[in-house]
DNA sequence: TATTACTTGACAATAAGTGTCAAATATAGT
DNA sequence: ACTATATTTGACACTTATTGTCAAGTAATA
């Protein structure tokens, strides 16, 4: 199974690019690039959209990385996390079909 | 298709219970109950263990009702939310069969 | 050993979450 | 309408998380 990290540290490698030249492009210190290819830091979305242009990586299929390895993390340590999973994707289609809230 | 506020509030009511009391006894202020009872607001998890005693509330399924609200707020807006949960519950069981990380 | 790539940790800046309080509003009884 | 009680709202301080910046560190290679 592969991290967000893994991905993007793959792919920068196999196109043969440096820290310092991703980072330059998605205008972030490299240290913090670093970090986020060991999942030290999290990217932001913003991070994510540039990085996935600069490395040649489907926007979309890395934002579903994105945030369910956030999710993971979240409530890995749950004994009902997969429960919660479940009644989430519900809560989820039942909010998009009643938009109007509040 | 009920918030967990929407529970918390219901089942105080039904017990004939004022957010006085039950903020005594959950050892909150009585402002901080009135909103989380209207979503304004998310209860700890120690809030919702001492909600779920006085108000006689199953805790797991109070816990569930709690994570999966906290999930489908944070990816709502998402388009691949769904995707996003299908992921996130497989790296929940991977991590879980590999629990030696780092 | 000099150079380049990457990593690490300390620190400041910013944002997000929490608790406290008092005033405002609502609700019901008289 | 008046009172009392219940709830809501918003301002604020306080704490905790997240984020960016930087310089010094390590690692690998020529």
Not at 25 to 29: K, N, S, T
Not at 52 to 58: F, N, Q, R, S, T
């Given at each position: 199974m592969?991290?967000?990290?893994?991905?993007?540290?793959?792919k920068r490698q196999a196109l043969g690019l440096l820290l310092r030249q991703v980072s330059a492009?998605?205008?972030?210190?490299q240290a913090?690039?670093?970090k986020i290819e060991r999942?030290?830091?999290k990217p932001t979305k913003e991070m994510l959209v540039k990085?996935?242009?600069?490395?040649?990586?489907?926007?979309?299929?890395?934002l579903v990385q994105f945030i369910s390895d956030k999710i993971a993390y979240e409530i890995?340590?749950?004994?009902?996390?997969?429960k919660a999973l479940k009644?989430?994707?519900?809560?989820i289609k039942y909010l998009k079909s009643h938009p109007?809230?509040?």
């Open positions: 592969e991290t967000i990290g893994q991905i993007l540290r793959n492009y998605v205008d972030i210190d913090i690039l670093s999942n030290e830091r990085l996935a242009e600069i490395l040649k990586l489907d926007k979309d299929e890395l890995v340590d749950e004994d009902c996390a997969s009644v989430a994707e519900k809560k109007i809230q509040n």
